[in-house]
Structures are given as structure tokens and as C-alpha cells.
């Protein structure tokens, strides 16, 4: 099993910029993809981001419009998304999530969950 832990989520001005950060642990030599979701007040969780165990592959919600970029470091068992640009109708929870996949995977569904980050976007 592979825990993750958010943190970096906080209040942005509009246009403003944050990076979250994901940490791994347990399981953690055996490839896993993850992904960043996000659920607003009152709606669905909504898929973000993924990347795969090598890095070498990516994928991101139609909405993301080149203002964010997931990266991950291995070595430190951290996956990061960087948030420019950012608009109030970006204010969510933000989840991390992790999967057991082959090492060029980017799955869409996940097994484990963080408790979330709040980001806040004030207009």
C-alpha cells in the first residue's frame, strides 16, 4: 500500500500562483502513477492531472489550458503540481492520488487517497 499526504494548498490573489506538493510513503519501490483531482463546494471530484512512474508521460483536464504542470521527483517520492494563473472557479479541495500501474501508465482511477488541500481563490 502507498500512503500520500497533500500540503502547499492556502488563499491566492486571482492570477496569483501555488504549487502543491504530494508525499508517498509505504510501498513506494514499486511503479505507481498519480494524479491531482479536485472537488469545489457542492459538485463532483473532478480529475486534474496525472503523471506516470517514469515521469515520461502526462495528461491533464481540458481546463487546465497550459496553466498548470504536474512534475514528480523518485527520489524524493514527491509529485508536484504548479498552479499558475489561477482563477476563483480554481478553488477546491485539492486530492492526491496513487495507483500501482506499469511505469508508462496514466491511469484515470486511483486506489489511494489523500486527505485533501484546500486552495482558496479570492477575485
Known amino acids: 500500500q502507498v500512503y500520500v499526504v497533500e500540503s502547499g494548498g492556502g488563499l491566492v490573489q486571482a492570477g496569483g500562483s501555488l504549487r502543491l506538493s504530494c508525499a508517498a510513503s509505504?510501498?513506494?519501490?514499486?511503479?505507481?502513477?498519480m494524479g491531482w483531482f479536485r472537488q469545489a463546494h457542492g459538485k463532483e471530484r473532478e480529475f486534474v492531472a496525472a503523471?506516470?512512474?517514469?515521469?515520461?508521460?502526462?495528461s491533464y483536464a481540458d481546463f487546465v489550458k497550459g496553466r498548470l504542470a504536474i512534475s514528480r521527483d523518485n527520489a524524493k517520492n514527491t509529485v508536484y503540481l504548479q498552479m499558475n494563473s489561477l482563477k476563483p472557479e480554481d478553488t477546491a479541495v485539492y486530492y492526491c492520488?496513487?495507483?500501482?500501474?506499469?511505469?508508462?501508465?496514466?491511469?484515470?482511477?486511483?486506489?489511494?487517497w489523500g486527505q485533501g488541500t484546500q486552495v482558496t481563490v479570492s477575485s
Open positions: 509505504g510501498r513506494t519501490s514499486v511503479s505507481y502513477a
Open positions: 492520488a496513487a495507483r500501482y500501474v506499469s511505469a508508462y501508465s496514466v491511469p484515470r482511477e486511483y486506489d489511494y
Open positions: 503523471i506516470s512512474w517514469n515521469g515520461g508521460r502526462t
